[in-house]
């Protein structure tokens, strides 16, 4: 490997952080992730997957925030954020929507810098077991992203009926598909 292609979660910042909003094992989301992470490697991107079962976060709330402050994995976290370029959301659909994991995830982060996903360019992604591949909650992060005024991709990419093979790997995603998807980001990434 050389220096500007280090392996995927190497001690380098990357420009790339990918999250998958699941903490379950077995999740086709985090399988995900990781082909997008991938990828982006592929492409001499050095990239990230962050894992938020490693950044546990009590359910927002105000005054549990006066009393104890933003928690230190939130502030931990923004801290990882500050020298990405792109944010790749892996977000599995639940009743509809994204997970609330994720929801709460932003929610303490915005609390340490209201600012913390602004220089962002997001990307949106979902698995799912079912045919609409997590569609819906795609749109709905995708619209969330956009209100908070940040830079979202035009195109999502929603892996259905997925399954895991025997090796933990994701089946149902042809390659082109996925390049495809992480061009989205190639402008961005040429420009810096």
């Known amino acids: 490997m050389t ?3 280090p392996p995927i979660n190497s001690p380098v910042e990357p420009r790339v952080v990918v999250i998958p909003a699941s903490t379950r094992s077995g999740s086709v989301n985090k399988a995900l ?3 997008i992470a991938t990828e982006f490697h592929r492409q001499g991107e050095p990239t990230r997957v962050i894992d938020l079962a490693e950044y546990p976060m009590p359910l927002y709330d105000g005054d549990l925030e006066a009393r104890d402050g933003v928690p230190a994995t939130a502030v931990e976290l923004a ?3 500050t020298s990405a370029e792109v944010l790749v959301v892996v977000s599995p659909e639940y009743n509809g929507t994204f997970t609330p994991l994720l929801k709460n995830t932003v929610d303490w982060l915005t609390r340490v810098d209201v600012s913390v996903l602004a220089h962002l360019f997001v990307l949106v992604a979902s698995a799912s077991p079912g045919r609409g591949g997590g569609a819906n909650g795609t749109a709905m992060v995708r619209q969330w992203m956009a209100n908070m005024g ?3 991709a035009p ?3 929603a892996v259905a009926e997925a399954t895991l093979d025997d090796h ?3 089946r149902g995603l042809d390659r082109s598909e996925l390049a495809e998807f992480v061009s ?3 402008p961005l990434r040429r420009a810096a």
Request: glycine share 4%.
């Open 184 to 186: 989205q980001a190639a």
């Open 155 to 157: 195109g999502i990419l």
């Open 33 to 35: 992730a990781e082909m």
């Open 79 to 81: 801290r990882r954020l």
């Open 3 to 5: 220096a500007a292609n």
């Open 168 to 170: 933990a790997q994701l």
């Open 150 to 152: 940040l830079s979202v």
